[in-house]
């Protein structure tokens, strides 16, 4: 048989800790079995109203979407009806005022009794008291403070967050569940949000590391232009040229310029000496330029590249997630310590 919400009118709803507290114990009634005793009683009629305003029966605002008639523990509470038109005959234009039983008796929704198949019944109920609501405030309160730490503190240790949250999330509105839950779990996001603090930080350290790098290039500039210096070679190269031609002919007049053969050899060996002390002067700079090279490619590897944008980016939608909870909870407990406004219907 198909069921219709009756909606209730805000004015006529129960007080919040009857709501908070009792509401999350409903069921569902199941398709095709009576209940044996009425679980809601109908108070009387209230003022009639003009009979060309009826009943919003498909507004979302009163019944659970796709077909689920659940009761809404934020909002107005409902009554179930076999039929649509059942729903509205007999109510429309009037207030209907639905009163939440203290404690919900499962057994008196089952047509036998359970200790007849050997079964015992456990019955939970939870009362609706003024200490469990102040105990809820309570612990929202201490969420919010929590999520008033900065998000690189939050994912490290957001452990404390669930362990609040966890016990109170039945008794919580949907929409303040949804934006709570993620919070809990704010520590899958450690790892990114920590390596992107620890990026900017990087980055933050950055210039005196490339002056520190600009520096040694100069230096090693300096050093490949002293290694890169071939003036001495050059002008020591046509001395060992014409030295060189001089070889030859002496070696055809060998027998008559012995003597001066001689002091040419001399001067060749002379010549070659200082070429040799060059290159030996030179080993120093290129080792030094390889010993530079190698801290020049040490330091480049310590270089963070790319922006800040999209580590912000990370930061920011956690963050997102802690604004969005951190509003959510202060308005749910705005609401909930302000006096409760009449909604028209």
Same mark, same amino acid.
């Given at each position: 048989?198909?069921?219709?919400?009756?909606?209730?009118?805000?004015?006529?709803?129960?007080?919040?800790?009857?709501?908070?507290?009792?509401?999350?114990?409903?069921?569902?009634?199941?398709?095709?079995?009576?209940?044996?005793?009425?679980?809601?009683?109908?108070?009387?009629?209230?003022?009639?109203?003009?009979?060309? #305003?009826?009943?919003?029966?498909?507004?979302?605002?009163?019944?659970?979407?796709?077909?689920?008639?659940?009761?809404?523990?934020?909002?107005?509470?409902?009554?179930?009806?076999?039929?649509?038109?059942?729903?509205?005959?007999?109510?429309?234009?009037?207030?209907?005022?639905?009163?939440?039983?203290?404690?919900?008796?499962?057994?008196?929704?089952?047509?036998?009794?359970?200790?007849?198949?050997?079964?015992?019944?456990?019955?939970?109920?939870?009362?609706?008291?003024?200490?469990?609501?102040?105990?809820?405030?309570?612990?929202?309160?201490?969420?919010?403070?929590?999520?008033?730490?900065?998000?690189?503190?939050?994912?490290?240790?957001?452990?404390?967050?669930?362990?609040?949250?966890?016990?109170?999330?039945?008794?919580?509105?949907?929409?303040?569940?949804?934006?709570?839950?993620?919070?809990?779990?704010?520590?899958?996001?450690?790892?990114?949000?920590?390596?992107?603090?620890?990026?900017?930080?990087?980055? $933050?350290?950055?210039?005196?590391?490339?002056?520190?790098?600009?520096?040694?290039?100069?230096?090693?500039?300096?050093?490949?232009?002293?290694?890169?210096?071939?003036?001495?070679?050059?002008?020591?190269?046509?001395?060992?040229?014409?030295?060189?031609?001089?070889?030859?002919?002496?070696?055809?007049?060998?027998?008559?310029?012995?003597?001066?053969?001689?002091?040419?050899? $001399?001067?060749?060996?002379?010549? #070659?000496?200082?070429?040799?002390?060059? $290159?030996?002067?030179?080993?120093?700079?290129?080792?030094?330029?390889?010993?530079?090279?190698?801290?020049?490619?040490?330091?480049?590897?310590?270089?963070?590249?790319?922006?800040?944008?999209?580590?912000?980016?990370?930061?920011?939608?956690?963050?997102?997630?802690?604004?969005? $909870?951190?509003?959510?909870?202060?308005?749910?407990?705005?609401?909930?310590?302000?006096?409760?406004?009449?909604?028209?219907?």
């Amino acid at each position: 048989m198909q069921m219709a919400p009756v909606p209730v009118y805000q004015a006529n709803a129960p007080s919040f800790d009857k709501a908070i507290f009792a509401a999350p114990g409903l069921k569902r009634q199941r398709e095709g079995r009576v209940p044996s005793q009425p679980r809601f009683k109908k108070a009387s009629t209230k003022k009639p109203v003009a009979p060309s #305003t009826p009943l919003p029966l498909d507004s979302p605002d009163d019944h659970t979407r796709s077909g689920e008639h659940e009761a809404d523990v934020g909002g107005a509470l409902l009554e179930r009806c076999d039929t649509p038109s059942e729903a509205t005959s007999g109510h429309a234009g009037v207030e209907v005022e639905i009163e939440l039983p203290e404690t919900f008796n499962v057994a008196n929704l089952l047509d036998f009794d359970p200790s007849t198949l050997g079964e015992t019944l456990m019955i939970e109920s939870l009362p609706a008291s003024p200490s469990s609501a102040a105990h809820l405030v309570a612990k929202l309160e201490d969420i919010v403070k929590r999520l008033e730490v900065p998000i690189e503190q939050l994912v490290v240790d957001c452990d404390e967050i669930r362990s609040a949250f966890e016990p109170i999330a039945d008794a919580l509105p949907s929409d303040l569940k949804r934006a709570l839950r993620p919070t809990a779990h704010l520590g899958f996001l450690r790892e990114d949000v920590l390596a992107a603090s620890v990026c900017i930080a990087s980055r $933050a350290r950055q210039p005196a590391l490339k002056k520190e790098i600009a520096k040694e290039c100069a230096a090693a500039n300096q050093l490949k232009a002293a290694l890169d210096d071939q003036s001495v070679s050059e002008r020591l190269l046509p001395t060992k040229e014409k030295l060189d031609a001089k070889n030859i002919k002496l070696n055809e007049e060998i027998k008559r310029l012995q003597q001066e053969l001689s002091e040419v050899k $001399a001067a060749i060996v002379a010549n #070659t000496t200082d070429m040799e002390k060059i $290159a030996t002067e030179k080993q120093p700079l290129s080792t030094m330029l390889k010993t530079n090279l190698s801290r020049i490619h040490l330091l480049n590897k310590s270089l963070v590249v790319g922006s800040n944008e999209p580590d912000r980016q990370i930061i920011n939608s956690a963050d997102e997630v802690r604004l969005k $909870a951190l509003v959510a909870v202060r308005q749910f407990i705005h609401n909930f310590l302000s006096p409760p406004s009449i909604r028209i219907l």
